[in-house]
């Protein structure tokens, strides 16, 4: 309803446009998702108040590329901001031959200029190439062929170039190619022969002829000359439709010269005229990006700051892309010039043209403030579609001179960011103010990223839980990719020992309860350490044992044994041990008395057997348990059927003090009772004495108890206990002592 009466308010003030002509392109970012950003461009009743040509790519979904009649003031004054605009900018055409670049042929050429066409070979290139490309000055100057062979490296990842897009067809690259996309035709596939057209093909033939008789190269635009047939020079050199043809290939070149077995994305934004919306640069950033870039050339240049440009080259950053843009060929200082992507130094390295001689080449921009490096940028040989070569001059073909070292440095140390690639990068050789650190020099530049070495933690596997006074086993190892681990530094925090610098310490042993964190960190031959030291977490709980007694207890079938059961507690452990026993026979049964104890202290543990338990000798285990820790403690059950039977008479005894009398007791063997019987009386009045005789019973007999009574002895009737004890067994019999 809200947008309906604005709609109408619209409508009847005026302000709604008359026609929707669709005549001024916008970068915008909206609130809205683009389905409710369609709907509000096409009210219904209205006239179109703008079109929405297609989302940008971008990870949120709120970048679009609109058309409207408006002017971009038009569109932000909206009353009510019906698109839920957040930011708008006009879509800049970009040219990558501007007015004003000074970056044009010499006249004459020189006169040896791509001469030397003996085929060498070249690793990734489909054989061989032109030795002019191979081994051209340029190369050897930023040292191509040292770094590749000093460090053991020729290119890793994916680099992107977003240009004119490539010749997929020409030897040299084919290899090397992923098949990239046009996003000036919204298609797959990044080939600039598609700008050709098939129906009227401008040259002779097409492709054109090879030229082997060509004995000099030919001009094709203000920058480039190429080895082709004159008439086919002249189709390209006198048409602007294709003044930037072929761009994109020979940037592709010089990547590729620098890091052959790195794969080459081509992203299409510029068309062979050399003119590209900036909408279809950020699509291309963030396709990159989506497509698993790691190095993004920019061969391109524009005055005209773009927010959504650099919101696009965050992105890549944050997600460890290395960016490269050229500083642009008006031969200005910066400041007060402005050129972008190279300002943006914290997403780019912007990067300068030299000479062979390396002096800053005339036509090269300059300023530390877009400037990161330099390299050389004039007469670089590369590849050019139709399968020959050409030669140009530019900071475009500087730039992918550190786009592929980039690549170089990637091969070297797999996870090197945007940051880390600029610091290697800024090894160079010094050129004096206002450019920069100085030239690309690829060896210096490889040698600052010497890759750290990465320890491991062998034993123990993972995080360990343990008592005090348990030892943990440690042992480590190392790996350097480019050298040599030539240290060890073990942190023992709460061990012992509290250190070691050997790769296998051994048994560390942690005596207090607490959590403590173990570190391995290894050293190389260069000094540097792991930036990430190993650890093992060792988590050491208070220990307690136990303890038991007797620890033997002999009983007939149906009797019970008791065993007192102790825990005992190491330093600072208050836990609860619950417990149980194990091993009984059968027909036992069992309980402790409490069943778990806090801390320390002890219990009974009463086994009781059954009239039907086996005879035998039966190994107990007690184990108590806290948490995660258990201890044990073992005693013996014998379950013996002998036994023996104890009788008195007479049942009564009257003594007159001082006199004496006497008891007859008979022990009474069982089932083959061989043992010792031990006698004792209790319940004796004072001055009352007992003597046994003999003392003792082995097996069966009768023993004579006398009691002497003193005349200071009390009179009374006195309920006196005769025992028998043998081992764990005893029985008694019921006597009457009457003192008179």
């Known amino acids: ?46 006239p179109p108040l703008c079109t929405v040509v297609r989302g940008l790519g971008d990870p949120l979904g709120q970048l679009f590329l609109i058309t409207s009649s408006l002017d971009l003031h038009g569109l932000l004054d909206l009353p009510g901001n019906p698109l839920g605009i957040v930011r708008a900018e006009v879509d800049q055409l970009l040219n990558l031959f501007p007015v004003g670049a000074l970056n044009v042929l010499p006249s004459p050429l020189p006169v040896d200029l791509m001469s030397d066409r003996t085929p060498v070979p070249y690793p990734n290139s489909g054989g061989t190439v032109w030795n002019s490309y191979a081994n051209q000055l340029a190369a050897q100057k930023v040292r191509v062929s040292d770094a590749q062979s000093q460090f053991g490296v020729s290119g890793s990842g994916i680099v992107a170039d977003i240009d004119t897009g490539v010749d997929p067809t020409h030897p040299a690259l084919q290899s090397a190619l992923l098949p990239g996309y046009d996003f000036t035709r919204d298609q797959p596939g990044g080939s600039e022969l598609t700008d050709i057209p098939s129906s009227s093909c401008p040259f002779t033939s097409c492709p054109p002829p090879a030229c082997p008789s060509c004995s000099s190269a030919a001009q094709v635009n203000q920058s480039t000359a190429a080895v082709l047939d004159q008439s086919t020079a002249a189709v390209l050199d006198g048409n602007d439709q294709y003044a930037a043809f072929g761009h994109g290939t020979m940037v592709m070149g010089v990547i590729h010269l620098v890091a052959p077995t790195a794969q080459l994305l081509p992203l299409k934004t510029f068309k062979a005229d050399g003119t590209g919306f900036l909408s279809d640069i950020l699509r291309a950033i963030y396709y990159a990006v989506q497509n698993n870039a790691n190095v993004i050339n920019m061969s391109f240049d524009t005055q005209t700051s773009s927010r959504e440009l650099e919101n696009a080259l965050d992105y890549a950053r944050q997600n460890n892309v290395i960016g490269a843009a050229s500083a642009g060929n008006e031969g200005q200082s910066a400041p007060p010039l402005n050129v972008y992507p190279a300002q943006w130094q914290d997403d780019v390295m912007g990067v300068a043209s030299t000479s062979d001689q390396d002096t800053r080449s005339s036509f090269s921009n300059y300023g530390n403030e877009i400037v990161w490096v330099a390299a050389p940028g004039e007469a670089i040989v590369s590849t050019y579609p139709f399968s020959t070569y050409a030669a140009g001059w530019g900071t475009s073909f500087s730039a992918p001179f550190v786009s592929g070292g980039s690549s170089l440095l990637l091969n070297k140390q797999a996870n090197t960011n945007e940051s880390q690639a600029a610091a290697a990068v800024a090894h160079a050789v010094p050129l004096g103010p206002n450019m920069g650190h100085g030239r690309l020099d690829l060896v210096q530049a490889l040698a600052a990223v010497d890759v750290p070495p990465t320890g491991s933690i062998d034993s123990p596997a993972g995080d360990v839980i343990i008592e005090a006074g348990q030892p943990v086993f440690f042992s480590g190892s190392g790996t350097d990719p480019d050298g040599t ?103 036992a049964t069992s309980s402790f008395y409490p069943a778990s104890l806090t801390g320390s202290g002890s219990t009974t543990l009463a086994v009781t057997t059954a009239t ?30 002998s036994d023996f039977s104890v009788s008195a008479s007479p049942a009564s005894v009257k003594i007159r003090a001082p006199n004496s009398g006497t008891y007859s007791l008979a022990v009474a063997a069982v089932q083959g009772f061989t043992g010792t019987v031990n006698l004792s009386v209790t319940g004796l009045p ?14 069966s007999g009768t023993s004579v108890l006398t009691l ?20 764990s067994l005893m029985h008694s019999a019921s006597a009457i002592l009457k003192v008179r």
Not at 8 to 31: C, E, M, Q, T, Y
Not at 612 to 618: A, F, K, S, W
Not at 686 to 699: D, K, L, R
């Open 485 to 587: 681990v030539t240290g060890y530094s073990w942190s023992f925090p709460g061990g012992n020992p509290g250190s070691s610098n050997v790769a296998t310490p051994g048994d560390v042993t942690y005596s207090t309860p607490g959590i403590f964190v173990a570190s391995l960190t290894v050293t190389d031959n260069a000094g540097l350490s792991d930036p990430s030291p190993k650890t093992r977490t060792v988590t050491v709980l208070p220990a307690f044992s136990l303890s038991s007694t007797p620890s033997a207890a002999t009983v007939p079938p149906g009797a019970s044994a008791n065993h007192t059961v102790t825990v005992v507690p190491g330093t600072s452990f208050t836990g609860t041990v619950r417990l149980y026993v194990a091993g009984l026979p059968s027909g």
């Open 1 to 46: 309803m809200k947008f309906k009466a604005l709609c109408v308010l619209l409508f009847l003030g005026g302000l709604w446009p008359a026609k929707a002509s669709a005549d001024n392109r916008f970068i915008v970012r909206s609130r809205l998702d683009l389905q409710t950003l369609q709907t509000v461009c096409n009210p219904p009743l209205l």
């Open 612 to 641: 039907t338990t086996p005879q035998g000798t039966y190994r107990l285990t007690i184990t108590g348990t806290s948490g995660r820790f258990s201890h044990t403690t073992q005693v013996t059950l014998v379950v013996n059927a």
């Open 686 to 699: 004072p001055f009352v004495t007992a003597v046994f005789n003999p003392p003792s019973i082995a097996g």
């Open 708 to 727: 002497q009574v003193d005349k200071q002895a009390p009179t009374g009737n006195y309920n006196l206990t005769l025992i028998g004890k043998s081992g």
